[in-house]
């Protein structure tokens, strides 16, 4: 079971906006920066946002971050079918004195 | 360009040892902490170590003890030494470097560890 609870699945039309979750406790989300990553499987994932809400360059201004009080949510606009992957959110953790990401999330692009 | 590359993946039995290698080029090596992250097939990723420029190093609580993370900066290199391996611990291991509180920027392509009973 994974420290950080994202919902495994989420789908939306093209063009629609979708949000994913992700919730932790005060030791990760509550006191730490959260960052997501986008993996299109067999290939690495990639840095999607990082400290809470910022993108590093290159990534889209669709993809967008936030972060309120244990709980985060990475939300994408005007989806596209190339948006169709796997997501996961990550924290460090000061009470494991580690890093934990959640379980992810499959977006389907219907 | 940024590049990491793994090796030493391969099919080992329980108990066995093993060291991932992870050679890097591209970025100022000493300013990034770098981290072996890794993935079961199908299933999600899984942080495993870090280990800071100057080598101090943390540890999933499941492999510490087990695992040591090092690097030596001077080859832009950093290691996993796997010792004691359990079937658990098969998967994609994924060597990750973090520029400071900036998020894992940059991903190896993955070395893949089998460990059969």
């Known amino acids: 079971q994974s420290a950080l609870t994202q919902p495994p699945s989420v789908s939306a039309a093209p063009g629609q906006r979708v949000t994913i979750s992700c919730s932790g406790t005060?030791?990760?989300?509550?006191?730490?920066?959260v960052n997501w990553y986008q993996q299109l499987p067999p290939a690495a994932p990639k840095l999607l946002i990082h400290?809470?809400?910022q993108r590093p360059s290159g990534v889209p201004a669709r993809f967008s971050g936030s972060k309120s009080g244990t709980s985060a949510s990475l939300a994408i606009s005007w989806l596209q079918s190339e948006d169709e992957a796997d997501y996961y959110c990550a924290a460090w953790d000061v009470g494991l004195d580690g890093w934990v990401f959640g379980g992810g999330t499959k977006l389907t692009v219907l | 360009e940024v590049r990491l590359v793994e090796s030493g993946g391969r099919l080992v039995q329980a108990g066995d040892s093993l060291r991932l290698a992870c050679a890097t080029s591209?970025?100022?090596?000493?300013?990034?902490?770098m981290h072996w992250v890794r993935q079961v097939r199908g299933k999600g990723l899984e942080w495993v170590s870090a280990?800071?420029?100057?080598?101090?190093?943390y540890y999933l609580g499941s492999v510490r003890g087990r695992f040591n993370t090092f690097r030596e900066n001077v080859w832009d290199t950093f290691y996993l030494q796997m010792n004691d391996l359990r079937v658990e611990d098969t998967a994609i291991y994924f060597c990750?470097?973090?520029?400071?509180?900036?998020?894992?920027?940059?991903w190896g392509h993955g070395t893949q560890v089998t460990v059969s009973s």
């Open positions: 990750v470097g973090e520029r400071r509180e900036l998020g894992f920027a940059f």
């Open positions: 280990v800071r420029p100057a080598n101090d190093a």
């Open positions: 400290t809470n809400d």
């Open positions: 591209g970025f100022t090596f000493t300013d990034y902490d």
């Open positions: 005060y030791s990760n989300i509550g006191s730490q920066r």
